[in-house]
């Protein structure tokens, strides 16, 4: 694993911390102050303030008890300075509007990831919740 993937490979394993601690700083400080990021809902969030704004509100809200997995990914690079990164995830324990839990949700990240200052960062991002009768590509236990 090169300097890049690796460093990628802990862009991976931050986000799962930071999201199951629900902190939307540290979810923030993966992301570029340029972001796009369009999240599952189609909600279009341009830069880091409006990306952490966002984050904030939603783990304080119907993902305060949302617990992420990361259940595989995979990287492809773009030209030298850029790599595209599939990843394939599940949440737990999201709250319906009435408080009621939620079943478990499963979805794909798009990223594009590039260096900026010296660390590697999502530039954009777009995630979507797989629909009924789709399946993760990647995962371990996924119908081939």
């Known amino acids: 694993m090169d300097a890049s ?5 802990a862009i991976v394993a931050e986000w799962t911390q930071a999201w199951n601690a629900h902190d939307a700083v540290a979810l923030a400080c993966l ?17 880091a303030q409006e990306f952490r704004q966002w984050h904030r509100m939603i783990h304080q809200t119907h993902l305060r008890q949302s617990v992420w997995s ?17 990843l394939e995830w599940t949440i737990d324990g999201a709250l319906a509007p009435n408080g009621d ?3 478990q ?9 590039a260096p ?16 009924d009768g789709a399946f993760h590509r990647l995962a371990i236990d996924a119908p081939r």
């Not at 993937?5 to 490979?9: N, R």
């Open 105 to 113: 949700r499963n979805g794909i990240f798009t990223w594009l990831v």
């Open 70 to 86: 990361t259940r595989n990914y995979r990287l492809r690079p773009l030209a030298d300075n850029l790599v595209l990164v599939h």
């Open 31 to 47: 992301v570029t102050a340029d972001v796009d990021f369009v999240n599952v809902a189609g909600r279009w969030l341009q830069g």
């Open 5 to 9: 993937q690796a460093q990628i490979a």
């Open 116 to 131: 900026r200052d010296g660390l590697w960062r999502i530039i954009a991002a777009h995630n979507t919740n797989l629909a």
């Open 101 to 103: 839990g939620k079943p």
